[in-house]
């Protein structure tokens, strides 16, 4: 478990008419990350796989359109222990668990990650 207090959250706000996550750290530091972002980089198995697939179906246009895109709508939010957060979308997919220090990480902001947010790293 990380002791950084930049990988703890002090505050987090879900505003969804901005479809943002605001995450106030301990440090004192403040992300936003786009609510579409989130779910683009939602971290569990099975989108892990479904990016992978899309990836290498490039050469497939039949199965791009055959996919509906995943909905960005965040019904609901949970601590997982001290690390993590769960975010529960609006299609009722909810086994992404977004862990804290990796979110710091990927911070959009033009001073943690002046190219643009990174993709979400888990392992
Ligand atoms: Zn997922
Ligand atoms: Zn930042």
Request: aromatic share 6%.
């Amino acid at each position: 478990m990380t002791t950084n207090p930049g990988a703890r959250p002090q505050e987090i706000t879900i505003n969804r008419a901005a479809s943002v996550m605001r995450i106030l750290w301990l440090d004192g530091h403040a992300s936003e990350f786009p609510l579409r972002w989130l779910r683009a980089n939602c971290p569990c198995a099975t989108c892990r796989e479904e990016r992978r697939a899309a990836t290498m179906a490039v050469a497939d246009p039949l199965r791009l359109t055959a996919t509906p895109p995943p909905s960005t709508e965040v019904m609901g939010a949970e601590f997982v222990g001290q690390y993590a957060i769960r975010l529960t979308w609006s299609d009722g997919h909810a086994t992404g668990i977004f862990p804290f220090a990796a979110l710091r990480a990927c911070c959009p902001c033009s001073t943690c990650n002046p190219e643009g947010a990174p993709p979400l790293v888990i392992d």
